[in-house]
């Protein structure tokens, strides 16, 4: 089974150079540091300048971090990440087909729960119901993480509610966007979509063995990027943001929201999601695989996180899955 890679000695490098926080760093201090020579410490310096990081060097001071690429690498999600196990160990692709296919393939291998796998680009990012997820390269955060929860099957819809309430809270945290959600998975600013989430299992028996949850942001796509229905962070705000760092943000603040639901404070949840829904109250359908369920959207289940739905004549229905629509 592959253990996670220890950190790289370009990944100690930065580490030193962010430390210092803008200030140069002495040639010899590092290499000692680093237990490397001189030049080898040049060619790391260089590495990384191929990266795309830019570091200032001077013969008599050393060197200096000066910024980092807009690319979601490891060390730069890692900078910002403070989390005890979720993203131990991130893996990124600039291209892959489906990070959710991949995650659920490393679970599989019996990779440890937190591993996050980052793209910057997928080829077939899956959607809800067989749908596909636009990917274009280097403007959207799209990740898989992979968990083992000590949840039933008919549980997991609580794992897609606990995400989009934290997809929800990290954004307006670090950019200010406050979005909504629409059930099950849908996070919107007014009735275009910023984010999908999807959670994909692999399971026996009605245990779940492990769990993929996967996040689709939106975050500097233009409108050519995106389909009529999706919108952007950029969009929102007309600027640019750090995909690295909001990629961290919903990482710790992700873990914090698995732990309570493995505590089993799911009703906690259901009442920061009820908050954020456009749903409650409003006249929907549920169109679902057995047909239609039409009625006034009541809120979420606090056994299993399904919708109920009150009908016109009276009875509340249960939904577990569907897209919801909006009835004037
Ligand atoms: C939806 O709203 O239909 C769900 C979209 C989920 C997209 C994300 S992008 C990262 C992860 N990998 C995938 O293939 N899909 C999810």
Same mark, same amino acid.
């Given at each position: ?6 950190? #790289?000695?370009?990944s ?12 140069y760093?002495?040639?010899? /201090? @590092?290499?000692?540091k680093?237990?490397v %020579?001189?030049?080898?410490l040049?060619?790391?310096? $260089? ?6 990081y830019?570091?200032?060097? #001077?013969?008599? &001071?050393?060197?200096?971090f ?11 999600? /890692? ?6 196990? @979720?993203?131990?160990?991130?893996? %990124? ?23 996050v796998?980052?793209?910057e #680009? ?16 280097g403007?959207?955060?799209?990740? $898989? ?16 509610l606990? %995400?989009? +309430?934290?997809?929800? #809270?990290? @954004?307006?945290?670090? %950019?200010?966007v ?11 600013v007014?009735?275009?979509?910023l ?12 245990r ?6 996967? +996040?689709?942001i ?8 995106l389909p ?10 007309g600027?640019?943001?750090?995909r690295? &760092?909001?990629?961290?943000r ?18 906690e ?5 009820? $908050? ?34 009150? &009908? ?6 249960k939904?577990? $899955?569907?897209? @919801?629509?909006?009835?004037?």
């Amino acid at each position: 089974m592959p253990n996670p890679t220890p950190p #790289s000695t370009e990944s100690e490098l930065l580490r030193i150079l962010r430390d210092a926080e803008h200030t140069y760093v002495s040639g010899e /201090q @590092i290499s000692k540091k680093l237990n490397v %020579t001189r030049s080898a410490l040049w060619k790391h310096v $260089s590495n990384l300048r191929q990266s795309g990081y830019t570091i200032n060097a #001077s013969t008599k &001071r050393g060197y200096k971090f000066v910024s980092a690429p807009d690319l979601l690498l490891c060390d730069e999600i /890692q900078a910002h990440l403070d989390t005890s196990f @979720i993203g131990s160990q991130i893996l %990124t692709y600039e291209t892959i087909d489906s990070t959710n296919r991949a995650a659920l393939q490393f679970g599989e291998q019996g990779l440890k729960e937190g591993l996050v796998i980052c793209a910057e #680009s997928q080829t077939k990012g899956r959607g809800r119901l067989g749908r596909a997820w636009a990917s274009p390269k280097g403007k959207g955060i799209y990740l $898989s993480i992979l968990l083992r929860p000590k949840l039933e099957i008919r549980e997991i819809a609580k794992i897609t509610l606990a %995400t989009a +309430v934290t997809v929800c #809270s990290a @954004i307006a945290a670090e %950019t200010g966007v406050q979005a909504q959600i629409r059930w099950p998975n849908d996070v919107l600013v007014g009735d275009k979509k910023l984010c999908g989430i999807l959670t994909e299992i692999s399971a026996e028996a009605d245990r779940v063995k492990h769990l993929v949850v996967g +996040v689709g942001i939106n975050v500097n796509s233009t409108a050519e990027d995106l389909p009529p229905v999706g919108t952007s962070v950029h969009l929102v705000t007309g600027k640019a943001w750090n995909r690295a &760092r909001l990629a961290a943000r919903f990482l710790n603040e992700f873990e914090k929201t698995y732990k309570a639901l493995q505590k089993g404070k799911f009703a906690e949840i259901v009442r920061d999601w009820e $908050s954020l829904s456009v749903l409650s109250g409003k006249n929907v359908v549920a169109k679902g695989l057995n047909g239609d369920i039409e009625g006034v959207a009541m809120g979420i289940d606090e056994e299993d996180g399904a919708l109920w739905i009150r &009908r016109d004549t009276g009875i509340q229905t249960k939904v577990l $899955s569907g897209d @919801i629509q909006f009835i004037r």
